[in-house]
């Protein structure tokens, strides 16, 4: 069953990879607002699931629905702009441009959006500030920590107010307290904005930032609050 | 934890009442579990005959929680030896949970389906720790981070075990 009110829903993914396959019968759903993490051991499928929930990755069956439409049906550049306006992207590695400056990097998405380079600007230095990294805005990414480069992609991936955060292990590259620090504000910050937030990792420190889990083993996935 | 030792190291910067005592002690130490009255009162009993302790004075008004009490050379001397000696680590082998596995897949019922009811447990209590902390001071961050690290090593066993279960089916039924 489906809780109602979903904003983003998958039913039964499958997907495979030359012959292996990564999702074998996947489900998810997750709410405005809410934060869900996606934990499994390496290779269980959960980046799969992720992909294919943002639209990056099409399964070879199954549905994923957001807000209503079925991404799935849609054309690659629909799909490319609905990531752009509705879609933000936390990594573990190389999302910022080296080439830019850290305020330069947060404005991108909106400036790909046509906003122009002032305005877009005052609002990245405010994401900045929010997440504690003001002082950075001059430099390049080559210049900060790992933390601060992981609270400036958090910058850039909530500067379009998405509806859906997607974050493939954000604190998979720092230290403990960096990691968490990281994971305070992007969970802060998106639930004051009212986003939902994808959570994959494999640590349990960091799921436990999230509202509720779903465990993926096998490209199949186990909901222990909800029986998709 | 040794409420005895805790409740010595507290008088070593002066005499107090037992009342003060329970007050300091919850304070710094007791944020889940503050002490009884009566705890504090039988302990510093044990203490003042160990001769540990001494009454400095008796407020009029008579009663244990009139007594106000000092540290003696003997209990600091006590309290210097137990800082010094290592806690005792916990071995963790007579595991519930274990025993749980091991009974789930002799009868025949579902021992993955146990260790996933487990993580969720373990990830609820990790979820209250973790927006405690986030909520607290320094002390209340490093008392949960404790809780946190070793639900954390339960929470890799769970993990471990789960990718064990086909072997450890094997070897445990006859």
């Known amino acids: 069953m489906i809780p109602e009110g979903s904003l983003l829903i998958a039913e039964d993914l499958h997907k495979t990879y030359a012959h292996t396959p990564a999702l074998a019968g996947a489900c998810f759903s997750i709410h405005p607002g809410e934060v869900v993490a996606v934990l499994g051991p390496s290779g269980s499928g959960k980046s799969t699931l992720l992909h294919c929930l943002a639209g990056i990755v099409q399964p070879d069956a199954g549905r994923v629905r957001y807000a209503g439409r079925d991404l799935t049906a849609l054309s690659d550049a629909e799909r490319s702009a609905l990531r752009r306006t509705d879609f933000g992207f936390v990594f573990q590695f190389g999302q910022l441009v080296p080439e830019l400056s850290c305020t330069e990097n947060v404005a991108l998405p909106l400036r790909l959006a046509g906003i122009r380079r002032k305005a877009a600007e005052q609002v990245a230095m405010e994401w900045l500030e929010r997440l504690e990294v003001a002082d950075s805005g001059s430099k390049r990414p080559g210049e900060i920590s790992g933390g601060q480069g992981q609270r400036v992609a958090v910058a850039r991936a909530l500067v379009t107010s998405p509806r859906v955060v997607f974050a493939d292990e954000p604190t998979g590259a720092l230290d403990s307290y960096s990691g968490e620090r990281v994971m305070e504000l992007l969970t802060e910050a998106a639930r004051s904005s009212n986003a939902a937030v994808v959570l994959v990792t494999h640590e349990t420190r960091v799921a436990a930032y999230s509202d509720r889990e779903i465990v993926v083993r096998d490209g199949r996935t186990r909901d222990p609050d909800h029986s998709l | ?174």
């Open chain 2, 1 to 174: 934890m040794s409420i005895g030792h805790t409740l010595l190291a507290l008088l070593e910067s002066g005499p107090r009442h037992g009342y003060d005592l329970k007050r300091a002690f919850d304070e710094k130490f007791g944020h889940d579990r503050p002490l009884h009255y009566g705890q504090v009162y039988s302990t510093m009993s044990r203490l003042l005959k160990n001769g540990l302790v001494e009454v400095d004075g008796i407020e009029a008004g008579g009663g244990p929680d009139r007594k106000r009490y000092a540290i003696t050379e003997a209990g600091i001397t006590d309290v210097a030896t137990w800082l010094t000696q290592p806690e005792k680590p916990e071995p963790y082998l007579q595991s519930t949970l274990y025993t749980k596995v091991v009974i789930a897949l002799l009868t025949g019922r579902s021992a993955a389906a146990l260790l996933d009811t487990q993580r969720a447990e373990h990830l609820r209590l990790m979820r209250v720790l973790t927006d405690r902390k986030r909520r607290g001071d320094l002390a209340d961050q490093l008392i949960c981070d404790h809780a946190l690290f070793h639900l954390e090593a339960d929470l890799r066993w769970l993990e471990l075990t789960s990718t064990r279960l086909d072997r450890l089916a094997a070897e445990v039924r006859p």
